[in-house]
């Protein structure tokens, strides 16, 4: 086997993802893609994700859909220009309507949909013109809502002149931007007053405001989308590059929302971003291999583990990757997404599994250059253990489990103060039984972690030999070279002795510890770690990092 191969075999197994079932209701399109062997795959499903690297042909792909039927298919480019006025310019609806999909407030026969992608010297580029259309797309905002708001007024109208009961104001389009802008910039809430965008930030305790210039890209990106979405009324939408100039964290739930506003639209996402082609549910995913100018080599992917091919194809746009312990709906992978942004991260079941995939992916490191890393819990791991995996690029945190973390006294501090309790009684309370537990439990404490340390101390001998009798011999040295009864009573004296708040966590190794003081702050065990990953997601974020920080692994930077 080449290095090359044994390389390919070991991202496979290290990057590993798991299987995702999907339930989303299937519709049929009359879209399609022609293939290698000149036919042509028609595309079905209600969420179709496409994925390559760069250079693959994705983005002529997304113009081909386009092409193929410009009526029900609208694209919304990569190359989208995120320039904003102050101001809304007003417009009509046709006007504004026509500039979006045609370039100009005019058309002449669908064929002029690639007046959007003229340039100034008169050639069509579908795949590289920058789109400039923010301020059109606003003032088809605009003019909806009037409609909608005028339709409204004069249905009341009628209804107060014939003495019928007016019926409740319904939810208009630009009360639906609003509420999906609200739910995913969570931080801020969004409104367009005489004719300007007004962006209030919830957090601030002056609730400062600013104005459209003064939006951050992300935010820009983002009103941008909902307003494309929810404003052009086309059952297909083809969007290229959908996590562009957006937080990770934010990306699933912006497009998520937008599916649940547009239940009957098809959605085509192209992406090479392989953090959100595993995360985000689709009908089918596609891998897109290469484009010769006629017809696109690719595969249909199933819901299973993909392709070690993509992980080589798309490695070098990767982040750099941190195998932690958990899945995808574990608070470790929540916790470590908000910690480490910046990381690609990668749940695995165990401990044993984070160690090993860690190992492998950075023996190979001269293949894809990119800096991984472990993290695991403490555990029962004595001082030379954690060292050693300290230089295998494997950190260890300074509490016993990741729940812990929600369990150090400046947390508890925060969140007494947070939810304004006037003195620290319930913190002191929560400290308390905290230490009280672990000394009831003390004994399975200590069994615990002397079965950990002889574990530990076992793989570090090496009983091979020629012959049975050998391996025999040597594991009976080893069993006398290993001072069990000194270990345990070490262990006991150590356990007995720990009243220290901060070092109990250290050593408390119990799933649901903070079931116990949860209620102290009147609160459940779900919310009060709710409360705590709130506050991490808001401009709060660099106080709960303070925070953490003395507790994670010096190696692995959070910056």
Not at 219 to 230: A, D, M, P, S
Not at 437 to 455: G, T
Request: hydrophobic share 35%; charged share 25%.
């Amino acid at each position: 086997m080449t290095m090359l191969q044994a390389f390919v075999q070991v991202v496979l197994v290290a990057l590993g993802l798991c299987k995702i079932q999907y339930s989303r209701e299937r519709v049929d399109l009359v879209l399609n893609i022609p293939n290698n062997s000149g036919n042509k795959d028609n595309i079905t499903g209600k969420i179709i994700i496409i994925i390559g690297s760069n250079g693959s042909g994705k983005s002529k792909l997304g113009y081909h859909f386009e092409a193929q039927n410009p009526k029900d298919v609208h694209r919304i480019c990569a190359q989208r220009a995120l320039d904003l006025d102050d101001n809304i310019t007003p417009s009509s609806f046709n006007d504004a309507n026509n500039l979006i999909l045609y370039g100009e407030p005019f058309k002449i026969g669908i064929e002029s949909y690639l007046g959007r992608y003229r340039q100034v010297n008169k050639e069509y580029k579908p795949c590289s013109t920058v789109i400039h259309d923010f301020d059109a797309i606003l003032s088809l905002l605009i003019s909806i809502y009037n409609d909608e708001m005028s339709k409204f007024y004069n249905n009341c109208k009628s209804k107060i002149s014939s003495n019928q009961p007016i019926s409740s104001v319904p939810e208009s389009i630009l009360d639906k931007v609003k509420r999906i802008w609200h739910s995913v910039f969570s931080n801020c809430s969004i409104d367009i007053v005489n004719g300007k965008i007004i962006v209030t930030n919830n957090n601030d305790s002056e609730c400062k405001t600013y104005g459209a210039s003064d939006m951050s890209d992300g935010e820009r990106v983002g009103l941008y989308l909902i307003t494309q979405c929810l404003c052009i009324d086309k059952p297909i939408f083809v969007i290229d590059e959908p996590e562009i100039h957006l937080h990770r964290s934010i990306i699933d739930k912006l497009w998520s929302e937008i599916e649940s506003e547009k239940k009957e639209t098809q959605f085509i996402y192209i992406t090479h971003d392989m953090g959100f082609a595993t995360r985000h549910q689709a009908d089918h995913k596609i891998w897109i291999k290469s484009y010769n100018g006629t017809y696109w080599d690719f595969e249909f992917l199933d819901n299973s583990n993909l392709p070690e091919e993509i992980y080589l194809s798309i490695l070098g746009n990767r982040q750099n990757v941190l195998f932690i312990e958990g899945d995808n709906g574990s608070y470790d992978y929540q916790l470590y997404s908000l910690i480490y942004p910046n990381y690609y991260i990668v749940p695995c079941d165990t401990c044993t599994e984070v160690i090993s995939r860690t190992k492998a992916m950075r023996k190979l490191s001269e293949f894809h250059h990119l800096n991984c890393y472990g993290l695991v819990d403490r555990d029962y791991r004595v001082d030379t253990e954690i060292e050693n995996l300290k230089n295998e690029g494997i950190g260890v945190l300074k509490v016993a489990e990741i729940e812990n973390m929600f369990l150090v006294e400046p947390i508890l501090i925060y969140i007494n103060n947070y939810l304004n309790f006037d003195d620290s009684s319930r913190v002191d309370a929560s400290k308390q039984t905290i230490v009280q537990k672990f000394h009831s439990d003390l004994n399975f404490q200590v069994r615990d972690a002397l079965i950990s340390e002889i574990k530990y101390k076992l793989d570090s001998y090496d009983v091979k030999d020629r012959d049975t009798e050998g391996v025999i011999k040597k594991f009976e040295d080893i069993l006398t070279e290993i001072p069990v009864e000194c270990i345990k009573n070490n262990l006991l004296s150590k356990y007995e002795m720990a009243q220290d708040y901060n070092y109990v966590l250290e050593l408390f190794n119990q799933k649901g510890l903070s079931n116990s003081i949860a209620q102290n702050f009147g609160l459940t065990n779900k919310d009060f770690k709710a409360t705590i990953l709130r506050q991490l997601k808001s401009e709060k974020h660099s106080i709960i990092m303070d925070i953490f920080s003395l507790y994670l692994p010096s190696i692995i930077s959070h910056e």
